[in-house]
């Protein structure tokens, strides 16, 4: 699990300095999610535009729509919660095994869905989300960000057509702000609200034709292009950046790859018991008890034989033959005791025992901590 995460922490960062933001853009959940109820939105209230006629009014049709509107909503965020505690059980057999806390767990997560997409939506991203915060940190001049070509747009102003007018493209319509989810003038430069969506891209290419202007005054682009609007400075992928996040990347997915591939498929733990530490015998003797774990990641059934390989004094009492089903842990208790003589030669009052789970093909040892004092 740490290894996937850190997978996904350098993938991000190596994706981040290539292409900027792509990730809040077009994969983030909220992003994702937020986009699905904008749509459910619009399905049942309109555009922006309509939804402020509809706000306006009191009347039937405004209150079946926001009931619409939220009832879709809702089936979403409950199909998500439901679709995320699938992940953590097994996904046949959990409608016939939902319980409170399976129940708690679609609630909670379709509760946070609803109010996440549904309310906070763009506020998350601005607000409560890290990664805006140190983003600017793995750019630099050659990544590809949303950008407001202002040697073409400025100055601003009205375009009638006239080229003597000393004007920019930019005619100042302000559609790429009123598009904008973060509400953010993109025209002021890269700012830590934007979340690389592109819809001021969408909207600036509309109004460019229209009033029959090339599109892209808005566009993705490096800040080297735009400085020095070379073709060679367009995108650079070779960039030391790049081979510094890429060899990490390289290094984390072999050691992934190495320890997936020698997995051992076999695992064994001894947990001393705690209370009582120990118990002294009638004869003198001493004897621990321990919980032995046996976890067969197989796909057939497997028998184990367990006995104690050190110290050789060690009698083990208990199972001997522990039968594992594919796929499954089997937990077996077993007693350890020390004779006399070995507990009298050790001062200490306190060594380790190890244990061997061994069948014809295969064989696991594991240590754990005895006490005799
Ligand atoms: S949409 Fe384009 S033309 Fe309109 S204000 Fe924005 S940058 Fe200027
Ligand atoms: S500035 Fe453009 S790309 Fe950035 S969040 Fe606003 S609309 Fe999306």
């Known amino acids: 699990m ?13 994706v981040t300095s290539l292409f900027g933001r792509i990730w809040c853009g077009y994969a983030c959940f909220q992003t994702v999610w937020t ?23 009191n009347s039937f049709e405004k209150y079946w729509r926001k009931a619409a509107t939220h009832i879709s909503w809702i089936i979403i965020s409950l199909i998500t919660g439901y679709g995320f505690v699938m992940y953590f059980n097994d996904a046949i057999t959990l409608p016939q095994n939902i319980n409170f806390g399976v129940l708690g767990w679609i609630i909670g997560i379709a509760a946070a869905t609803y109010v996440m997409a549904g309310f906070a939506r763009e506020h998350v991203c601005t607000y409560m989300c890290p990664y805006s915060r140190f983003q600017s940190a793995m750019f630099d001049n050659n990544t590809l960000i949303i950008s407001y070509d202002q040697k073409r747009g400025e100055p601003r102003g009205k375009w009638d057509g006239d080229s003597s007018k000393k004007v920019g493209h930019c005619i100042d319509c302000k559609q790429c702000v009123v598009v904008c989810p973060t509400g953010i003038d993109i025209r002021n430069g890269l700012q830590m609200e934007c979340i690389a969506c592109g819809l001021c891209i969408d909207a600036c290419d509309n109004v460019m034709k229209k009033i029959g202007l090339p599109t892209g005054l808005i566009r993705y682009d490096t800040m080297a292009h735009l400085l020095d609007p070379k073709p060679e400075k367009k995108f650079k992928i070779l960039k030391p950046r790049t081979f510094f996040y890429g060899a990490i990347l390289t290094a984390v997915c072999a050691i992934m790859l190495k320890s997936l591939i020698f997995k051992s498929k076999l695992e064994i733990s001894a947990i001393p018991d705690r209370n009582p530490l120990y118990v002294k015998l009638s004869d003198g003797s001493i004897r621990n008890g321990y919980t032995v774990r046996v976890i067969n990641k197989t796909h057939q059934k497997k028998v184990f034989e367990l006995s104690v390989i050190s110290p050789q004094e060690a009698i083990l009492k208990g199972s001997e033959l522990i039968e594992v089903q594919a796929n499954e842990v089997k937990t077996v208790k077993v007693f350890v005791i020390f004779p006399q003589n070995f507990v009298e030669k050790n001062e200490e009052g306190r060594g380790l025992v190890e244990f061997l789970i061994k069948n014809e093909a295969e064989s696991k040892k594991v240590e754990a901590v005895f006490i005799s004092k």
Request: a positive charge; hydrophobic letters at 55%; one cysteine or more.
């Open 2 to 14: 740490a290894g996937i995460l850190v997978v996904a922490a350098v993938t991000l960062f190596f």
């Open 35 to 57: 986009d699905l109820f904008i749509a459910c939105e619009k399905i049942f209230q309109g555009d922006r535009n309509q939804r402020i006629l509809l706000d306006r009014k």
